[in-house]
């Protein structure tokens, strides 16, 4: 029986003394799991007390592309690196398992910037109205086309609006001015020009003084076929011998009216003597007298005396007489009635053009005269 007891002690004592030992083996083993970057930390080592892995910083989010047409998607956010894995405390005592880190999340895609809107296209401007037909009159520019308003810049956040184009501005044509006098519908001879149109032979009468006459001679002697020849009774013929209604100078007029038909035109010639002059009343008288002894649509080219060189005077018009007779001329143009003011006749008595009485043309002069009456009527 004491046997028994001892042997009891023994395998106590042997319990007692082994247990702890076998504790302390596999007490090393059970502190295990870790935290893991982003998984599970790394098994803790055997330390002081064990402190937990640190959690993981969270991403920095994407940042937002920026915008142009379309804004560019924000790049993804960096991941978090993983957390420092929890050491394992020494001792007896089994260190805590460090905690995982917290993983980390994606940044958040940068939103797409909405598209700037075009702006709106400037108004093309009104195309310029065409100036008033007559002789010379220019069409209207074109109205500049409004610009295109300048696109809107696109961001992150939607482009601004693009500035709307201005408007163009509208050309304005320039109105016509009113034409010359009209042709006479005949073609001028090949190469050769004429300021007032050509005519057939003949179909021009004439009207005036002695004066008209040193111009018909001179157009005679050049050849010149359209106007009659030269009619000498003309002579000494102002204006107030033709404001009768018949009669007179009239006579002459008639006699070549029957000899070459009835005139499609007619030049007039103003001319006076310096104590009668001129009014605008007897113009218009001689105007009316020529239609009745012609037709009612014969056109009438009306001029003044010749003039002259600056400073010189016709003595039987007296001074200031020439201007005079070109004044009355201007005055009575008036194209919707088929008159019509026909521009000067010139003569320079420096060039031996003018003859010893101060206003009638030399021989010279006459031929002058007569290339003048050609640049203005044609042969």
């Known amino acids: 029986m004491a046997n028994r007891k ?114 709106s296209a400037g108004v093309t401007g009104s195309a310029g109205t065409t100036g008033t037909a007559g002789r010379g009159g220019t069409t209207g520019t074109a109205g500049r086309g409004g610009t295109t308003g300048t696109a809107g810049s696109a961001g ?46 003949r179909t021009m009468g004439s009207m005036g003084c002695s004066m008209s006459v040193n111009v018909s001679t001179g157009y005679n002697r050049r050849m010149g076929m359209r106007m009659w020849p030269p009619i000498a009774a003309y002579g000494g013929q102002v204006v107030q011998s033709w404001t009768p209604a018949s009669g007179g100078v009239w006579t002459s007029f008639d006699a070549a009216a029957s000899q070459y038909g009835k005139p499609t035109d007619i030049w007039m010639q103003i001319c006076i003597f310096a104590q009668q002059g001129v009014t605008a009343a007897e113009v218009q008288k001689m105007i009316t007298n020529a239609r009745a002894h012609s037709t009612p649509t014969t056109r009438i080219w009306i001029t003044g005396q010749p003039t002259y060189e600056t400073g010189h005077t016709c003595s039987l018009a007296g001074a200031g007489g020439t201007e005079l007779t070109d004044m009355r001329a201007r005055e009575a143009n008036n194209p919707a009635n088929g008159v019509y003011y026909a521009g000067t006749f010139k003569i320079d008595s420096t060039k031996g053009e003018v003859s010893s009485d101060t206003c009638h043309a030399s021989s010279a002069g006459e031929l002058t005269l007569g290339d003048q009456f050609i640049a203005k009527f044609g042969k």
């Open 6 to 119: 001892d042997s009891v002690r023994i395998a106590s004592f042997l319990i007692i003394g082994l247990v702890p030992l076998w504790l302390m083996s596999c007490a090393g083993n059970e502190g295990d799991p870790t935290g893991t970057a982003g998984t599970t930390g790394s098994a803790g080592t055997t330390g002081s007390g064990n402190t937990s892995g640190a959690a993981g910083a969270t991403g920095i989010a994407g940042t937002t592309g920026a915008g142009n047409t379309s804004g560019a998607a924000g790049t993804t956010g960096t991941g978090n690196t993983s957390g420092v894995a929890g050491t394992t405390g020494s001792g007896n005592t089994t260190g805590s398992a460090g905690t995982t880190g917290t993983g980390n999340t994606s940044g958040a895609a940068g939103t797409t910037g909405e598209a700037g809107t075009t702006g």
């Open 156 to 201: 992150g956040r939607g482009g601004t609006t693009g500035t709307a184009g201005t408007t163009g501005t509208a050309g304005s044509g320039t109105a016509g001015t009113t034409g010359g006098g009209g042709t006479t519908g005949v073609a001028c001879p090949a190469g050769t020009t004429a300021e007032y149109g050509c005519g057939a032979p």
